[in-house]
T-cell receptor, first 115, second 115 residues
Framework: GENVEQHPSTLSVQEGDSAVIKCTYS??????FPWYKQELGKGPQLIID?????GEKKDQRIAVTLNKTAKHFSLHITETQPEDSAVYFC??????????????FGTGTRLTIIP | EPEVTQTPSHQVTQMGQEVILRCVPI?????FYWYRQILGQKVEFLVS????????KSEIFDDQFSVERPDGSNFTLKIRSTKLEDSAMYFC?????????????FGSGTRLTVV
C-alpha cells in the first residue's frame, strides 16, 4: 500500500513570508495528490490538488509542485496571512481493485502565521 | 456550495455502549467513506461504500463496526460495543465517482469520546 511522509510537523512563519510543506510517497503508480487544510474543530478541506501529468499548479497564493521521479510533492503558500494558520495534510491515493480509491494521508503540518 | 453534514458534532458514550454516527453526503455523490482521526494524529481510512455495499475496509474496521445507507440520503457508521481506543474524530466523505477526479468532500466530523 501507499506510504506518505510529511515534513515538517510544525512550521512558524512571519506574516507575509512564504511557507513550504513537503511530502513523499512510495507508490510510483499514484497519480493524484491533494492537499487539505484543517482548521480547529472542522473537517479537512481540499485546497489544491495536482495530477501526475503536470509538474506545477497554482491557485492565487497557493501552489503545488510534483516531482514524479523523486516521488515527492510540495505545498507552497506565498504572502502568508493569519487565516492560513491551520493543520495541512497531504495525501496520495491507494490503488484499489474495487474502482473506489481511498486516500493515505500524511501526518500533518501545523502552520502558525506570526503577525 | 454543497456540504457533507454530520451529526452529532460531539458524542460521549460509556465503554461497551453502541453508538451510531450519522452523515448526509452530497446528493449526487455515489461513493461514501468513513475516516477517523485520533487526537493529534493523521486521518486514517476506515471504509468505502458504493452501490449499497462495502467496497473496501481497513484492518481498523473490525466486526464491531458496520455501515449502512438506510435511505436515499443518510449514511451511518455504527460501533456495536465501544472501547476507549475508539475515541477519535470520525469524518464522513463523499465523491461523485470512485476515481479521485474531483477529490473528497469531508464533513465537519463527529468527536466521539468513550469513557
Amino acid at each position: 500500500g501507499e506510504n506518505v511522509e510529511q515534513h515538517p510537523s510544525t512550521l512558524s512563519v512571519q506574516e507575509g513570508d512564504s511557507a513550504v510543506i513537503k511530502c513523499t510517497y512510495s507508490d510510483s503508480a499514484s497519480n493524484y495528490f491533494p492537499w487539505y487544510k484543517q482548521e480547529l474543530g472542522k473537517g479537512p478541506q481540499l485546497i489544491i490538488d495536482i495530477r501526475s501529468n503536470v509538474g506545477e499548479k497554482k491557485d492565487q497564493r497557493i501552489a503545488v509542485t510534483l516531482n514524479k521521479t523523486a516521488k515527492h510533492f510540495s505545498l507552497h503558500i506565498t504572502e502568508t496571512q493569519p487565516e492560513d494558520s491551520a493543520v495541512y495534510f497531504c495525501a496520495a491515493p491507494n490503488p484499489s481493485n474495487f474502482g473506489n480509491e481511498k486516500l493515505t494521508f500524511g501526518t500533518g503540518t501545523r502552520l502558525t502565521i506570526i503577525p | 456550495e454543497p456540504e457533507v453534514t454530520q451529526t452529532p458534532s460531539h458524542q460521549v458514550t460509556q465503554m461497551g455502549q453502541e453508538v451510531i454516527l450519522r452523515c448526509v453526503p452530497i446528493s449526487n455523490h455515489l461513493y461514501f467513506y468513513w475516516y477517523r482521526q485520533i487526537l493529534g494524529q493523521k486521518v486514517e481510512f476506515l471504509v468505502s461504500f458504493y452501490n449499497n455495499e462495502i467496497s473496501e475496509k481497513s484492518e481498523i474496521f473490525d466486526d464491531q463496526f458496520s455501515v449502512e445507507r438506510p435511505d436515499g440520503s443518510n449514511f451511518t457508521l455504527k460501533i456495536r460495543s465501544t472501547k476507549l481506543e475508539d475515541s477519535a474524530m470520525y469524518f464522513c466523505a463523499s465523491t461523485p465517482t470512485g476515481l479521485l477526479v474531483y477529490g473528497y468532500t469531508f464533513g465537519s466530523g463527529t468527536r466521539l469520546t468513550v469513557v
